[in-house]
């Protein structure tokens, strides 16, 4: 069921609670997110309202891939490097950039 049956949550707190349900060692895509907060086909929205996370946040976003399981930060930068390096912290094979969905994509 969508996390916004009730209207009651803002679409950025929709997508927050979505990502905060990503269990360690999984991933989901933007558009997996977007649908499980209850706007589907906003995949891009997602990726708007990761943007303005802090950098502390306790929000798992590094578990946030794109649908061909690769990490959406260009290949070498430090936001890449990151990214990969807290997925792989959890478990989560990153090779050649993708990852394997079949193995890690968050089945609801």
């Known amino acids: 069921m969508p996390l916004t049956a009730n209207n009651s949550v803002s679409y950025d707190e929709a997508i927050w609670t979505a990502i905060g ?28 309202v ?10 798992p976003w590094f578990r946030v891939i794109n649908a061909k399981g690769e990490i959406s930060f260009p290949i070498g930068s430090s936001r890449y490097d990151a990214q990969k ?9 990153v090779l050649n950039g993708k990852i394997n969905l079949k193995s890690y994509r968050w089945e609801i």
């Open 50 to 59: 990761l943007s303005k996370l802090p950098k502390d946040t306790l929000i």
């Open 21 to 48: 349900f990503i269990p360690e060692g999984k991933v989901a895509t933007y558009g997996q997110v977007a649908e499980i907060a209850g706007f589907p086909r906003t995949a891009r929205a997602v990726g708007r």
């Open 85 to 93: 390096q807290r997925l792989q912290d959890e478990g989560v094979v």
